[in-house]
T-cell receptor, first 114, second 113 residues
């Protein structure tokens, strides 16, 4: 079945450092890909999404590009802030498999120190 | 506006209690979801309603009973829960079901004593 694999955390960075969180996926169809962020004590917020190959999603300085050839959707930010400390979930939704259910990665906890 | 609201924010209940969680959205979405999330884990899908009808039940124990009174509201009725049911319960909605973006509420943090 479809699956999502994320790099394990926790990831600890200093403020203004460059961030990459790796995400790779397995899907039999043509999935849509998502990054969700969960701040401490809150629900999930959609951070960005891409619906087809080579699409780039971007929001709040975060970017991710849908790479079909490498089945990846890595999250990047050029300069992180303390306020970016959260858990980040990569997810896919594949209409041809799983009926469109969201399949989540295990989550990557990010801690940004001043 | 992409807001999904959930009440209550926190809930403590005993194993013999009956309680309900509520979820509301006014985005005109026709699919609504209940998820359960344990600490530092991804959400686990419990139920999906599509056009106010239950379309997916992920083999959830019968002590959890969902209800969709109308297209904007989703309830989760709880009865005879176990301590291991303590978790964050998240509601989400999407325009449709297939590959649509899901928007999550803030969750209800449930503690079963």
């Amino acid at each position: 079945g479809d699956s999502v694999t994320q790099m394990e955390g926790p990831v600890t960075l200093s403020e203004e450092a460059f961030l990459t969180i790796n995400c790779t996926y397995t899907a039999t169809g043509y999935p849509s890909l998502f990054w969700y962020v969960q701040y401490p004590g809150e629900g999930l917020q959609l951070l960005l999404k891409a619906t087809k190959a080579d699409d780039k999603g971007s929001n709040k300085g975060f970017e991710a590009t849908y790479r079909k050839e490498t089945t990846s959707f890595h999250l990047e930010k050029g300069s992180v802030q303390v306020s970016d400390s959260a858990v980040y979930f990569c997810a896919l939704s594949d209409r041809q498999n799983q009926g469109g259910k969201l399949i989540f990665g295990q989550g990557t906890e990010l801690s940004v120190k001043p | 506006d992409t807001e999904v609201t959930q009440t209550p924010k926190h809930l403590v209940m005993g194993m013999t209690n009956k309680k309900s969680l509520k979820c509301e959205q006014h985005m005109g979405h026709r699919a609504m979801y209940w998820y359960k999330q344990k600490a530092k884990k991804p959400p686990e899908l419990m139920f999906v309603y599509s056009y106010e009808k239950l379309s997916i039940n992920e083999s959830v124990p019968s002590r959890f009973s969902p209800e969709c009174p109308n297209s904007s509201l989703l309830n989760l009725h709880l009865h005879a829960l176990q301590p291991e049911d303590s978790a964050l319960y998240l509601c989400a909605s999407s325009h449709g079901f297939n590959q649509e973006t899901q928007y999550f509420g803030p969750g209800t943090r449930l503690l079963v004593l």
